[in-house]
């Protein structure tokens, strides 16, 4: 069973950057593909990015294409969201979750099981 934290969340201006971590702990998660979601105040979760096991494919959505930028550690079970240009409308609770294993397509939501339990970032304008 594979546990998943996030952490790196924060209040932050408009433009600023955040880096986000999801740590894995329970086995190695380097044979799944790990995905990035956020859901708002008021708004359906919805999927940020994702990674293959690999880390050869990443999908973004169209929202944070060219501003985030995801990446994962094997060594370390640990996956990175990197933020930049941070938008107001970039808040909400992120969540990292475990995708498919030995997959490289996990992004839509049935794709990812194993949620974390959130962390917050909050872009002020």
């Known amino acids: 069973q594979v546990q998943l934290v996030e952490s790196g969340g924060g209040l932050v201006q408009a433009g600023d950057s955040l880096r986000l971590s999801c740590a894995a702990s329970g086995r190695s998660f380097s044979s799944f593909d790990i995905g990035w979601f956020r859901r708002a105040p008021g708004k359906e979760r919805e999927f940020v990015a994702s990674?293959?096991?690999?880390?050869?494919?990443?999908y973004y959505a169209d929202s944070v294409k060219g501003r985030f930028t995801i990446s994962r550690d094997n060594a370390k079970n640990t996956v990175y969201l990197q933020m930049n240009s941070l938008k107001p409308e970039d808040t909400a609770v992120y969540f990292c979750?475990?995708?498919?294993?030995?997959?490289?397509?996990?992004?839509?939501?049935?794709?990812?099981?194993?949620w974390g339990q959130g962390t917050q970032v909050t872009v002020s304008s």
């Open positions: 990674i293959s096991w690999t880390g050869v494919n990443t």
């Open positions: 979750a475990l995708g498919r294993e030995y997959y490289s397509y996990s992004y839509y939501p049935r794709d990812f099981a194993s």
